[in-house]
């Protein structure tokens, strides 16, 4: 699993994080992973699953929760600029630069 956060009020690539220092591997029952981030007030959440070599992944009970400060953050900060070419991308499309957060999000839908 990874998790991406795009920080477009900075024009940057905030946190991230792919499970590596903590991966799911071979045969297993159900695991539980966490991703703990900050989500900057214009971000969009870029998440998906990485799967090497043959097989299958199950997910089931996700969910995006508010957690207090004192809960340690899992992704790294990254503050990389977003690449000229998606700046120009977004100059071209306005419509996909988020003017508020998301209220809710219902994965059952």
Same mark, same amino acid.
């Given at each position: 699993?990874? +998790?991406?956060?795009?920080?477009?009020?900075?024009? +940057?690539?905030?946190?991230f994080d792919?499970?590596?220092d903590r991966p799911v591997t071979g045969n297993s029952d159900w695991?539980?992973?966490? +991703?703990?981030?900050?989500?900057?007030?214009?971000?969009?959440v870029a998440l998906g699953f990485i799967l090497e070599g043959t097989g299958k992944i199950w997910v089931d009970n996700v969910s995006l929760e508010i957690v207090p400060d004192s809960v340690n953050k899992t992704a790294q900060f990254l503050d990389q600029p977003f690449p000229e070419q998606y700046i120009e991308q977004l100059k071209q499309h306005p419509?996909?630069?988020?003017?508020?957060?998301?209220e809710s999000l219902d994965f059952e839908e």
């Open positions: 699993m990874w +998790i991406r956060v795009n920080d477009f009020g900075n024009q +940057i690539s905030a946190d792919n499970l590596m695991q539980k992973c966490e +991703i703990v981030f900050d989500v900057p007030e214009k971000a969009v419509q996909e630069f988020p003017e508020k957060p998301a």
